[in-house]
């Protein structure tokens, strides 16, 4: 029975078995940050109840750019937000019917598949450690989305998957 369980060669099974072990509790544990998506503002680029993994060092040596998914650490490892980085530091943005426009310049956002012209955000220039986030879903009221400012240290990583 032992041996069909673990071949010809226990051993080295044993030992494969331990380094996949190892190697699962490094890369869930310090790498990959598993989370569920809920609700619908990343919709279409993300569906409700879909499960997304985020690189939390991805950002270790650069910062993160406009257009990247990001996952947001609300309160702790527990509450995560999804968003997309649509402004950077220092720089000046407002939304204007529906558009994203930052420094005088509007946001090219192929992503986005539905807007609603009442999107509208008064101007606001972005700290030295500030990045704007906002979800696809443009369709969906502004009053319903979470939205705007987010220091630096609150992104927890890239959603990679």
Known sequence: MASLLLGRHPGRTLVRVAVLVAAAI???GWVLLPVRAEGISMRPTYEPGGF???NR???RIGN????DV???RLAGEGVIYIKRVLGLPGERLHIEGGR???DGTPVEEPYVRHRRDSWTLPEATLGADEYFVAGD???MPIEQHELGKVRRGRIAGKVVW
């Open 26 to 28: 490094l890369v869930f």
């Open 52 to 54: 997304r993994l985020v």
């Open 57 to 59: 060092l991805a950002y």
């Open 64 to 67: 993160p750019r406009r257009g």
């Open 70 to 72: 990001v996952a947001i």
């Open 100 to 102: 994203v426009i930052v």
């Open 137 to 139: 879903n443009r369709g």
